[in-house]
């Protein structure tokens, strides 16, 4: 059975970090390729970070660019989004999705994205 469990998140004071995870099982991660979403609340769901299956390409939002960086360790099944520099717009529920690597779409469509974790809320707040 394919599965995704995201964690990581919580309550963070502004310029804080948090490092969320997103553990995969039911398949390996050299298959497929994981973005990070986010949807704050009364704002549309959007892309903030992708990473590649096989050659570990990385691609981010201009909102988080400087401050997130993803990266996977395949031996765990698991990707990682590290966010440093956190700020009170960057609150919301993560969610990291999951495609196959023959999906060629832009990597912030999440129709693409056939498996998702539950979300984890990430709250930046002083």
């Known amino acids: 059975q394919l599965k995704v469990v995201d964690s990581g998140g919580g309550l963070v004071q502004p310029g804080g970090s948090l490092r969320l995870s997103c553990t995969v099982s039911?398949?390996?991660?050299?298959?497929?390729?994981v973005a990070w979403f986010r949807q704050a609340p009364g704002k549309e769901q959007e892309g903030v970070s992708y990473i590649g299956a096989r050659n570990d390409f990385t691609y981010y939002a201009d909102s988080v660019k400087g401050r997130f960086t993803i990266s996977k360790d395949n031996a765990k099944n698991t990707v990682y989004l590290q966010m440093n520099s956190l700020q009170p717009e960057d609150t919301g529920v993560y969610s990291c999705?999951?495609?196959?690597?023959?999906?060629?779409?832009?990597?912030?469509?999440?129709?693409?994205?056939?498996?998702w974790g539950q979300g984890t809320q990430v709250t930046v707040a002083s």
């Open positions: 999705a999951a495609r196959p690597r023959s999906y060629s779409g832009h990597f912030f469509t999440a129709l693409e994205y056939d498996f």
């Open positions: 039911g398949w390996t991660l050299a298959e497929y390729a």
